[in-house]
């Protein structure tokens, strides 16, 4: 058997994979189980039968990921951490004592701290604890002092803690979940860098790795961002993973062209480390197996001064595997040292298997040895031509691989990766090489080192420029909603089936001729599960929903955002959320377009912004590139502001009209009739957004009239109180996040809703005596920080109401 760990391998897979979704097994139970299967396994090794010993192995595997992923997720789910420190949360700032998981990293909001908590105190009463924390340490002097908060230093802060949010919403991945997978239990924030107290130093290795991710810095710093800032924060994130320097818009445009994976550190940084090591020691004349085990330390070496992330982790396991089981005597190939590796991971860290990044290295690395190995030999023999050959198939057979797992994961699909490799590749390789040599030459000959520095920011600039394709050709990277998980399923179980049906199988008789059906069937599978992928086609034949109207309340925290959908399946989005504080998080392409496409909609009629606040506005771009609205709708301009100066930039460029709607305006939408009843015409220019500036649009349907009022304050209510349609049932989206300065009790009282839906997040401040004035009236109140995602589904004459939390409510016009 050539690959002897795949059996083993696949059930560790199989096994973690359904741990991380099954309840829980009874202790006893789950030893029982184990010790029958350890009990079968050595009864079929004791007697020879080869199989029976190989399944009873596996068995054992399978059962032992399924209880490690089990209770990994357990423990993600509900940290002992966040338990211990529930009742203390609550009055104050916590003491807390431990060490820093890696260095310090400058944000826009100040610095964020990684620690390892070991103890806690509120009253001087030390208390042993064990988890994570992600701490902001605000003020200036937090810069200042972010040098001397390195990995593996022990500190003391006080901070104030709490449990993370998460959004709650359909199509959007559990953040707070997610983060605890990572071992972070409770994130909080720090007034000022002169309360945190470095206790100790870390050990002598995690100094040392310290000390040379400092020097990298400081050496890029002095000789590459001299050339370009943008080159400089490009060439760190490749040397040593950071990438807190590298510019949102960058970032951005290397996703969408399929090129991202050449900045963060994995197979590929670790592949160039390794064959410039081997080159390197076989010129100065060290023998082949004193360069493996050379350039298996160093790879070592490296992996511990980049901090050990899990992507350079498992590039420098499977390398590492690879090199010592070769030159152990042992005729390894790459895809057992692949398999190894895989179960390997997931048995010490089982949250692995729900790490999109786990699946990305695994599946592009397996993907392309299984092609070389299919199409290796049609390679041309010509050097010149033999290397841009195998890097487009190694290309190739990584996008094939990858296609289900990258429109599931990013909902994108590119195919400017397969011909942007052959610049962004070397271009990278240029850009960590001179990286790597500038670094020590920073010290030893600096003017060589700006020579090096040079080089590395051509390599780097190359790399960002070579994005450009997509501006060119913007149909080579696309987003779309994710394909269901049946897709992915049979676009793999197609390639199974076809390599399957290529096995050799003597001539002729019947198990040749079910090969080939099954190659011809596997093929066929591929195209249309991959065409699926590709296009998506249920939310382009039938988009939105039919006979109704549907109205969701996105949870995006503090802040707004409605999609409505029409009866005739037009849609329109009422806000795109975003956030008051200065966050680099995309809740438009993150959050917002997530739940829109999980609504079936992947073309908005209209994009509507109420007004110019950024959590109104803040996700504006990245659903305009995601949704191309049809049209856009405004109410009062407020020129010189940035988010919708970018917005109308883009609507510009696309030819996308831009509308200034004003209270009076009716428009029939299908059986719809939407109402817009502010903001009248200015009568002088802004000069900064107002919430009473605000659009307001009411929707009738039947019965129903849904009115949705974005952050009006109580002088607006009163002039609007007898402007609304009369209707047996009423929703309101409550005015501003529920403020004191909004929802007078005479517009309340006016209104008379049966249905209130509150917007809002952990840090909104909801006044109590809103809330009681929609109480007094009969509303029924849902809110998304405690209810998530509200929908409103109504055919005119009942509504339903339906949170992501399950509750769900059917009020009725008529007796």
């Not at 004592?97 to 509120?122: H, K, M, N, Q, S």
């Not at 940084?269 to 493996?292: D, F, K, P, Q, T």
Request: hydrophobic share 50%; net charge positive; with cysteine.
């Amino acid at each position: 058997m050539s690959v002897p760990a795949a059996l083993p391998a696949a059930a560790v897979v199989l096994g973690a994979a359904v741990g991380t979704f099954s309840g829980d097994v009874p202790r006893g139970v789950a030893a029982a189980v184990l010790v029958c299967l350890w009990v079968a396994a050595g009864a079929g090794f004791a007697l020879g039968w080869r199989r029976a010993f190989a399944f009873g192995a596996a068995a054992v595997f399978l059962w032992a990921a399924w209880l490690l992923s089990m209770r990994a997720t357990r423990e993600a789910a509900a940290p002992p951490l966040r338990t211990a420190l529930a009742g203390a949360m609550q009055t104050g700032p916590i003491l807390l004592e431990g060490r820093l998981r890696e260095d310090g990293a400058p944000e826009a909001t100040g610095v964020a701290l990684a620690l390892d908590v070991e103890r806690w105190t509120v009253g001087g009463d030390w208390r042993a604890a064990s988890g994570g924390v992600r701490l902001t340490v605000g003020g200036t002097l937090g810069i200042d002092r972010v040098g001397e908060w390195r990995g593996g230093r022990r500190v003391r802060v006080p901070a104030m803690l709490h449990v993370p949010g998460r959004y709650q919403d359909p199509g959007v991945p559990d953040g707070r979940l997610a983060l605890g997978r990572r071992g972070i239990a409770l994130i909080g924030s720090v007034k000022s860098g002169a309360l945190v107290e470095v206790l100790a130093r870390g050990g002598l290795i995690a100094e040392s790795c310290a000390s040379v991710r400092a020097w990298a810095r400081a050496a890029i710093d002095r000789h590459v961002a001299r050339f370009d800032a943008q080159s400089a924060a490009i060439v760190i994130a490749i040397l040593i993973g950071d990438r807190v320097g590298l510019d949102d818009e960058v970032q951005r445009r290397l996703q969408e062209a399929g090129t991202y994976h050449v900045i963060a550190i994995s197979g590929g940084n670790i592949a160039i480390l390794a064959g410039l090591m081997l080159w390197l020691l076989r010129i100065v004349g060290v023998g082949h197996r004193a360069s493996s085990w050379l350039t298996a330390a160093v790879l070592i070496g490296y992996a511990a001064v980049v901090g050990g992330g899990s992507s350079v982790v498992r590039a420098t396991m499977m390398a590492v595997i690879y090199l010592v089981a070769r030159q152990a005597g042992h005729r390894s190939t790459a895809v057992n040292a692949l398999a190894v590796t895989c179960a390997v991971l997931l048995l010490s860290t089982p949250n692995a298997i729900v790490d999109v990044a786990f699946w990305l290295t695994f599946g592009a690395t397996l993907g392309i040895l299984a092609g070389v190995g299919l199409a290796g030999r049609w390679l041309p023999h010509s050097t010149w031509l033999r290397a841009p050959a195998a890097l487009l198939l190694t290309s190739l057979c990584a996008e094939l691989a990858l296609l289900p797992v990258a429109a599931l994961a990013f909902s994108r699909v590119t195919f400017a990766g397969l011909g942007l490799n052959f610049v962004a590749i070397p271009m990278m390789s240029v850009a960590q090489v001179a990286g790597m040599v500038t670094v020590p030459l920073a010290y030893l000959w600096p003017r060589a080192a700006d020579a090096c520095g040079f080089v590395a920011h051509v390599g780097a600039w190359g790399l960002v420029r070579s994005a450009a394709l997509v501006d060119l050709v913007p149909w080579l990277s696309y987003r779309l909603p994710p394909p269901h998980w049946m897709a992915g399923a049979a676009y793999y179980a197609g390639w199974a089936a076809w390599l399957w049906g290529r096995r050799p199988n003597g001539p002729g008789g019947a198990a040749a001729r079910f090969r080939a059906a099954a190659r011809r069937a596997g093929l066929s599978v591929i195209v249309a599960s991959g065409v699926w992928v590709l296009i998506e086609p249920v939310s382009l034949v039938a988009p939105g929903v039919r006979g109704q109207l549907r109205v969701t309340v996105i949870d995006v925290a503090h802040g707004d955002a409605l999609l409505v959908q029409l009866p005739d399946r037009r849609s329109l989005l009422i806000d795109t959320g975003g956030s008051l504080s200065a966050s680099r998080f995309d809740i438009g392409g993150r959050i917002v377009a997530p739940s829109v496409w999980a609504r079936n909609t992947r073309r908005l009629d209209a994009l509507v912004i109420t007004h110019g606040d950024p959590d109104h506005v803040g996700g504006a771009a990245s659903i305009f590139r995601d949704f191309r609205p049809r049209a856009i709708w405004e109410g009062v301009a407020v020129p010189n502001l940035a988010a919708t100066n970018q917005l109308r930039a883009m609507a510009a460029a696309a030819r996308v009209p831009w509308i200034a709607r004003r209270a009076g305006e009716t428009m029939a939408m299908g059986e719809v009739r939407l109402r817009i009843l502010h903001p009248p015409t200015p009568d002088w220019e802004r000069r900064k957004v107002r919430n009473d500036d605000s659009m307001v649009i009411e929707l009738v349907y039947g019965d129903v009239s849904i009115v949705l009022t974005g952050d009006i304050g109580q002088e607006v209510e009163r002039t609007l109180t007898g402007a609304f349609a009369p209707a047996a049932i009423r929703v309101i989206k409550v005015p501003h996040h529920g403020s004191a300065t909004s929802s007078s009790a005479a517009f309340v009282a006016a209104l008379k809703p049966r249905i209130a839906l509150l917007s809002a997040g952990q840090t909104t401040k909801v006044s109590e005596d809103v809330l009681r004035r929609y109480h007094d009236v009969g509303a029924a109140l849902y809110r998304t920080d405690v209810h998530g995602a509200i929908t409103i589904d109504t055919d005119g004459r009942a509504v339903t109401v339906t949170t992501f939390t399950g509750k769900r409510a059917v009020f009725s016009s008529r007796p």
